[in-house]
């Protein structure tokens, strides 16, 4: 059973930086890509980053520089590194997990405001 949690968000300043981690569950890190996606409220889910096929990554454009999407398969774990917060940023954060076959996993989300 493939299972994905996030956790590390929270409550931060903005301009303060958050780490965001998912422990990836049931399934080989060789045989699926990953990103991270939020989705504000009001809004529909959108990605953030994500390592495509290939082990290129990619980044929506607001969080460029900022924000930075590592993984370590020995720990089965994808990170997200987000600096220099901004209250726009303000979203749940969800992993994701795209095996070579088959469904995408989605983990719960794990909430992050920006907000003094």
């Known amino acids: 059973q493939v299972q994905l949690v996030e956790s590390g968000g929270g409550l931060v300043q903005p301009g303060g930086s958050l780490r965001l981690s998912c422990i990836i569950s049931g399934i080989k890190p060789n045989i699926y890509t990953a990103g991270w996606y939020r989705q504000a409220p009001g809004k529909e889910r959108e990605l953030v980053a994500s390592f495509n096929a290939g082990g290129s990554t990619d980044y929506a454009d607001s969080v460029k520089g900022r924000f930075t999407i590592s993984r370590d398969n020995a720990k089965n774990t994808v990170t997200l590194q987000m600096n220099s917060l901004k209250p726009e940023n303000k979203a749940v954060y969800y992993c994701?997990?795209?095996?070579?076959?088959?469904?995408?996993?989605w983990g719960q989300g794990t909430h992050v405001t920006v907000s003094s």
């Open positions: 994701r997990a795209i095996p070579l076959f088959g469904n995408a996993y």
